[in-house]
């Protein structure tokens, strides 16, 4: 099953839209429920119960038995005192023609690369910026997108031929499939600095060990399971999501194949966490209940952080995130918000601010910014310090 929108222009808007329809149910129960996630841009409405997979070197495994662990405690307390306290706003450089604008989809660690994509009314064009300079990623086919780039500039997606998805990396300048993807469905959401890829291939969770490996399908639970992985870790951790009868419930897979029993599933205002949606250094973010609401769960220490104004989209190594909502766009550093500004030709309000990236040393947010009176769409770099 697919939760990711078919369009990759819809990555400019994430986490915004809410499924309908959905129940709740106790979050220890052995068998996770909750929403049908359509797409990363969705929130969720369902409690579950964490599903530890193991994996023992990305072979398929079995599933440990869960049973109830204490709940982690819900934190408050200001995160390390911040090194950025301001920063200032520039558009990302863009092919000429984009008559529609352009967006970020993705960003490296380091800050240095971002994937993205430009707009001329008749075709959509991949981009890939190093240090603000873009280069053009031919990349043919429909729907054609970059959603994630290495500190090494290896960036990974999809494109659309006929019917199908088809999972992509970029390296060493030139676009290819990723092996064992053909007519088969197939999108990659992540790569990590040891080349490690991660994403689904049919409605089942994957990993590719490098590039040019073939594809592992992660373990589920039982038959009837689907879903996706959506991020991997430096050390190989991978989160993403499981979907059974039409219900979600967050995952996590182990990259040393032990049988570590997680910590239960965090909860926030008796809402459990549903959804991964992205992981740095231990820190996950996910969406949480049946409304707007996001969490960051440490899985290390199992400290989990509501998050009460924005909704994230990036996660850094220090557990700062990148958050907007209808009026603002900031830096979260868990104790104090550093706020993005928009386009210095712009007055407040004039646009919509979505961070996408946020680099692990807090002075490099990437992401982009909608008009008000037109709906076109800039590229944006925000320098921090």
Known sequence: MDIDDKRATDLLMPLRRVPRGLSTVDVRRAIARGERRRAAVRAASVAAIVLMVLVGGWALAGTRENRPDPEPAISTSPGPEPSTTGCQAAPLDAPPGAVLGSTVTGGDPTGRYHVGQSFDGAKVTVLLWDRGRYQVVDLPGQDQTLVDVNSAGTAVGWTRRKADAVAVVFEDGRVRDLPGTAGSDAKAYAINDRGQIV???????????????????????????????????????????????????????????????????????????????????????????????????????????????????????????????????????????????????????????????????????????????????????????
């Open 199 to 385: 994403g689904s291939i049919q409605g089942r969770p994957v990993v590719w060990a490098t590039p040019h490996s073939q594809p592992t399908r992660l373990a589920l639970p039982g038959s009837g399971y689907g879903g996706e992985a959506r991020g991997i870790d430096e050390d190989g951790t991978v989160v993403g999501t499981l979907l059974h009868n039409g219900a979600a419930a967050i995952s996590v897979w182990s990259p040393d194949g032990k049988a570590t029993n997680l910590l239960s599933t965090p909860v926030i205002d008796g809402k459990a966490v549903t959804v991964a949606l992205g992981i740095r250094e231990g820190w996950v973010i996910g969406r949480v209940g049946d409304e707007l609401g996001a969490a960051l769960w440490n899985l290390r220490t199992g400290e989990v952080r509501a998050i009460t104004w924005g909704y994230p989209a990036a996660v850094n190594a220090q557990g700062w995130t990148a958050q907007s909502n209808a009026s603002y766009a900031a830096i979260d550093t868990g104790g104090s918000r550093i706020d993005l500004p928009a386009l210095p030709e712009g007055r407040a309000g004039d646009h919509s601010l979505t961070p996408v990236t946020l680099s692990d040393d807090g002075h490099t947010v990437a992401g982009t910014a909608v008009t008000s009176q037109n709906g076109h769409r800039v590229a944006m770099l925000w320098t921090c310090r």
